[in-house]
């Protein structure tokens, strides 16, 4: 007898017959004894529904308040038709919303932080042997007003239940069965992990694996929560992912490949101290992410500064930017959006010093030219053509995995 | 300056368009320095489309708590538009669900009755000058759960408020302009009334006048808030329904036509005592109104009795009763629903007891024959043939008001 949150997204539950195969899911682990919370996402189209209405009132985009109040009405949609499929089925469930179900938030409207689940009902209905479905992506804050979590909500608001309730496990249901070592629509010889640690599975998430939202990888790693990754549509193990992991023969976990990625350079910068300070802390200010940096010396004293940021933040990075050149003092600004970041990720990268040299050695081999290069402790980075992406990915794939 | 109670339906919020002509009227009054607050119900055909999802998952009907869930969703969307809306047109506003805004519940899922409205955050709304928008329909009990408040409920949510907050006014927008003195699309002499009284709205509504929703009338009533029946589509003073109101030089203020009616006559029974009681302590176990009553001598020692019901609760009373043939012994047992009830509503009747006469007279001008007939204090109801009714109508409302 466990304790399982479960947690399905929109497409899981866009029609009637998706709800009742969510809704056996949940009644084949509840008829086994565990106690089952259950985090839901509105109903397919529904938020893209909502959204265009609001758009309809107005274009220029409502209040965020009000933008939350409008939204947070898509989950209470779809927790209370999946109660009713479970119901129908003859089980006991109960629908809650985020408030009902304890979740406090900060007020940032649109991107709220939890700040507390206090799940003193949902452990009431659990200890009824009510099967408990939470809305997720929704919470309360101090003023009591609704709040939504932002991009990938449902998974955060997953484990913080699991994480409040020290649930056994925390299940995230995508239309994958799990976490592959690279992308198996594109390399076919992908393979599917059994396991894979908190660090890894954010170094996947960030580098465009996009199975787990990294709020939600971190908040588990933080509380120690399982996760496991797995299909809504077959019934068979999906991965697990916890904090250490057994070594299996392979060092490396996966070959991830990020495209929503763009260099900035600025050549013929004065060579100071203080320049690139300036440069980094006005990119911060407008909370863009620099990833990659290279620094040059270039002619006649001066510098150059090259450094990648996610493509969606270019235009405003390049904009910030050409706004301190009275400031800076450089010649040439540019944005090269036809580059791609492949990455190899793995826990204990770091005590072999080969991995580097393989990963690199494939590229080679693949005729494939390496523009800049980043490591941590666990995965090195190199940027490339976009054009050699999937070439690339299956090429050192291969050298590790294949 | 006043404090002003708004309340639209669903189809004067059902698009954009319709949203912000709700958004200029509201904006008029507040910019007058009124203190407004709104309560809007679902849009158009939303609670159709949801009650149609949950039907999609059980088509015996779900429980009523998650019904609850799922139909109070509407309400939050409209409230959300309209809010959007008002900060589009450059005044600030601020949407409340029923919670929010204070409404208690007892448990009745589907058909809560409303135990208290604590409307301080609407006051605290309020003094910020924001225009208030509040989800009607809606509360919790005391469990925390959702309930709605069945047919009718954003009037009385409406309602509800206005009596908590002391309102000067609360107006009621539909698609008529008033409350008339017969149907004006049958009745081309029907007079538009300035004023009517309580009881007078009551027993126009609850006679099929259907302006107006009975259990807020009798809330109104009760605490005294003044009501305002006005149209949602023109800009034009509606009629008024308050406590005491200055007689007109008519007597009779409407003539008011109920088709929601039926006939069930139970033949032959037998005469002794407490039949009557039995058959409708038996009805009222079944929560079904019974209207007017006849009985009659029979032969052979046995009694008739004849009552009418509303037309959708008759199937159930025919049921009811047939069960009760040991018990009660009669002969024949029949329902007719091809009758219609035409009544006429004015206060100062029982002063003046012509009043009932008039009326026979003019309907055996008419030729058309009266199966039944019942009195109050304010009004006199003749049931007839359903083919006769809108000539009964026309030939009564003439002799009075034509």
Chains 1, 2 share one sequence.
């Not at 209470?76 to 009713?84: R, V």
């Not at 940096?293 to 270019?314: A, E």
């Not at 580059?339 to 005729?367: N, Q, T, W």
């Not at 940027?383 to 070439?391: Q, S």
């Amino acid at each position: 007898m466990s304790l399982i949150v479960k947690k399905f997204g929109g497409s899981s539950v866009a029609n009637a017959e998706r709800v009742f195969n969510v809704a056996n899911r949940i009644i084949d682990d509840y008829k086994k004894g565990n106690d089952v919370v259950v985090v839901v996402s509105a109903q397919g189209d529904t938020t893209d529904d909502l959204i265009e209405k609001a758009r309809e009132i107005n274009p220029n985009g409502s209040s965020k308040r009000e933008m939350d109040m409008l939204l947070s009405a898509g989950e209470q949609i779809s927790i209370a038709l999946l109660a009713m499929a479970i119901e129908k089925l003859g089980c006991p469930a109960v629908s809650l919303l985020g408030w009902q179900a304890g979740f406090e938030t900060d007020s940032h409207h649109g991107i709220a932080r939890i700040k507390k689940v206090t799940a003193e009902r949902i452990k009431n209905e659990i200890s009824k042997r009510n099967i408990v479905i939470v809305a997720g992506f929704q919470g309360l804050n101090k003023y009591d007003d609704i709040t939504t979590l932002g991009r990938g909500g449902s998974d955060t608001s997953a484990v913080a239940i699991a994480a409040s309730m020290k649930a056994d496990i925390c299940q995230i249901y995508t239309d994958v069965d799990g976490v592959y070592s690279a992308d198996p629509r594109k390399v076919p010889t992908a393979i599917k992990m059994d396991e894979i640690s908190y660090d890894e599975m954010l170094e996947l998430a960030s580098l465009g694996a996009q199975v787990l939202n990294n709020r939600s990888v971190e908040m588990a790693k933080k509380y120690n929560v399982e996760l496991e990754v797995l299909s809504s549509l077959e019934v068979k193990p999906g991965t697990i992912v916890k904090e250490t992991v057994k070594m299996e023969k392979t060092l490396i976990r996966g070959v991830a490949k990020d495209s929503n990625v763009a260099t900035i350079s600025i050549v013929g910068l004065e060579d100071t101290p203080g320049v690139a300070f300036k440069i980094f802390n006005k990119l911060a200010q407008h909370k863009i992410n620099v990833d990659i940096i290279l620094q040059s010396v270039g002619r006649d004293g001066t510098k150059d500064i090259t450094f990648t940021v996610p493509l969606d933040q270019g235009s405003v990075a390049v904009k910030a930017l050409e706004g301190m050149k009275d400031a800076l003092d450089f010649k040439t600004l540019k944005m090269d959006d036809s580059v791609v970041k492949v990455s190899i990720v793995g826990a204990g990268m770091e005590s072999h010093p080969g991995v580097a040299a393989k990963m690199f050695e494939a590229l080679y081999d693949a005729g494939i030219n390496i523009h800049m290069i980043s490591t941590s402790e666990i995965k090195v980075s190199v940027l490339i053509d976009g054009k050699y992406a999937d070439k690339a990915v299956t090429a050192v794939h291969d050298a590790f995995l294949g």
